[in-house]
Every structure is written in C-alpha cells, then in structure tokens.
C-alpha cells in the first residue's frame, strides 16, 4: 500500500533534517519506495502495514534518530485524495478564503470535539472537521489571525499537523494515478 506521512515540526524551531537524512531513516525503518516531497516532512512510501502501526514506528524511529519528539499522521493516497476533493466550506467562503488548509489528527473529531472547535469560528477563521482532518479556511494572512495551533490542539484533546491545500492536491496529483509501488 502507497502512503504519505505527514510530519508535525520538522524543520521548525531551530531542528532541521534534510530531506535525503529523513529518507534514509524511513528506509532504515523497512519501508520500501521511499520519497520525500518539499522540506515540511512530507514523505510517501510502501508498506503492508497498518496505518495506525505506522505512526506509532515512524515517531518511535524519528524520536531514536533525531532526538526529539516528531508526531506522524499516515494516510493512505485514496483518503488523501477525498481530503483534497473535499468541499468543506460553500462557494462564498471560498471566494472570500486567503488561506485553506488541512489538519491531519490521528483519530476521528469527536462531536464532542467539534462543538469545542466551533468556538474558533470568527467572520476571520472558519473550521470545520470531516473524520480526522479539520478544515481552515482563513479571510485575511494565516498570520494575522487569533488563532493558536497549539491552543486549539490543548482544547481537543489531540494534535495535529497543517498543510496547505495546495500541497495536499499537488501530492494527490503527483501519487493518486501513478504505480509506484514495486511491491503488490
């Protein structure tokens, strides 16, 4: 099975890893077809195993290799794709929208979690969640937002990793129609 992993806080805060030393360590970690795509930590791979198994190797291998604490979130390319055709937000916030971008979590928003979620809603900011990605549309500059990460992941409960829209459709495009896979 194709996937891509989503990496929370590489290259941030003064901890950088190249894109080549991050490949290696996935490929040390035993899965096949390694590739990286743009310096955030976004990287695709095979494996036969479980998405959830993933996650858990991936950011017990980067803690041993790098020495700190790096959150995984895999998705397989069918559910990266339904992220990227996803319309969370009507035609109007669209038109209106700076920024659209994705969180992946590692479970379900709970509708107890989406309750606490919609008190982030301003006429700035709206979000919403679908399964495990929440949805971040943004009327101005990200930065000229009120809105924490941080905060917001301490509020529910989880964390999570952003990426731009952009970048999930272009990884979609890149992946979804290509067999890169040599293993079935």
């Not at 190249?18 to 310096?39: R, W, Y």
């Not at 659209?100 to 979000?127: G, H, M, P, S």
Request: net charge positive; aromatic share 10%.
């Amino acid at each position: 099975m194709r996937y891509v992993c989503f990496l929370r806080a590489i290259n941030v805060g003064g901890r950088y890893v190249t894109m080549t030393e991050l490949k290696k360590i996935f490929v040390k970690m035993g899965l096949d077809n390694v590739e990286t795509f743009i310096a955030s930590g976004n990287v695709i791979f095979d494996s036969t195993r479980k998405p959830e198994q993933l996650e858990k190797l991936i950011s017990s291998k980067l803690r041993e290799s790098l020495g700190y604490e790096v959150a995984s979130f895999v998705r397989t390319i069918p559910e990266l794709r339904a992220v990227a055709e996803h319309q969370p937000f009507d035609a109007e916030a669209h038109e209106r929208a700076i920024g659209y971008t994705v969180a992946f979590t590692t479970k379900a928003i709970t509708k107890e979690q989406n309750a606490r979620l919609a008190a982030y809603c301003t006429e700035f900011d709206e979000f919403t969640s679908r399964g495990s990605e929440i949805y971040w549309i943004c009327r101005g500059r990200q930065s000229d937002s009120q809105f924490a990460n941080a905060k917001m992941e301490k509020n529910l409960g989880t964390s999570a990793t952003w990426r731009g829209i952009n970048t999930v459709r272009r990884l979609v495009a890149k992946y979804a129609g290509s067999h890169h896979s040599k293993k079935s």
